[in-house]
């Protein structure tokens, strides 16, 4: 398994890592990602660890706490071989301060998260989304008090807008307080935003990626084919597929050329769909997510080895959108705005 870095730290990260959305599966909405139980996410834990990706993401929201005491238990006895990263934002209960990221509630979010992970520290502690209601000095003293305790090692962030981020470093940096050291984002060769503002962000600011929803919630796992029926039981049948609907002609489009690029080099449209991701500038870690054994073993295959450069180029081709304002605008203005890329360090 390659290993990289994360952000400005010294800290490295698998280039694969595990999402445990699917771990409980007792909520209405996170029983359509999955409901794995003890013993399954344990040979799922099992499967990643031999293939070295010793890396576990979860949320305390996902499955409302459930994920992360699962979590918790399959690791048990092995704590100190993994890295775990999990969240704290969203609404954990009809307690009026239980939500946001306000220092009442990280504190006490973070430990609840401890107790059901059945650990002592959280290597990566991520805010799962901005909340506007707090100031950005409180999130970040409490973030600092977490990681000065001991119970939290490095700090990240996660559908943040780009002037979220650079408003929370800037403060970090003001006083001298832990600053993130990544960016959990949404994308895939079907979403491609992150592209327009937060790369270029990630770039100059050294914060890495962390790739989440890779496949575009089973879109790009090779079920879905032109003219054919949506697979029954899939995510975006059963309503959790995340982000607005998209054009079909282009999306199928994109699975077209996917299937060609598969046949090439016999590696699966998902495996050639998490390679792409790979060979992203800013790119630490691409989070998967897996129901069963086989679909693991399948997304594990994803490295090792590389899509050609000019297979790269087709696919940035064809998956390529409009983009918004002021975004084409200064890609106009390419000479001094590059697109980021590759090749652009």
Known sequence: MEYRLLGGSGFSVPALSFGTGTFGGTHEFFGKWGKSDVAEASRLVDICMDAGANFFDTADVYSMGLSEEILGKAIHGRRDKMILSTKATFRMSDERNDVGTSRFHLLRSCEASLRRLNTDYIDLYI??????????????????????????????????????????????????????????????????????????MALDQNVSTLVWGPLSQGRLSGKFRRNQPMPAGSRVAQGAGEGPEMPEDWFYSVVDVLDTISAETGKTVAQVSLNWLLQRPTVASVVIGARTEAQLHENLGAVGWNLSAEQVARLDAVSETDTIYPYWHQRGFGERNPVPSPLYK
């Open 127 to 200: 805010m799962h989304g901005f909340d506007a209601r707090t100031s950005v000095e409180e999130t970040l003293r409490a973030l600092d008090t977490l990681v000065q305790s001991g119970k939290v090692r490095y700090i990240a962030c996660s559908n943040f807008s780009g002037w979220h981020v650079m408003k929370s470093l800037a403060i970090s940096e003001k006083y001298g307080w832990s600053r993130y050291m990544a960016y959990q984002g949404h994308y895939s060769l079907l979403r491609r935003e992150y592209e327009w503002d937060l790369m270029p």
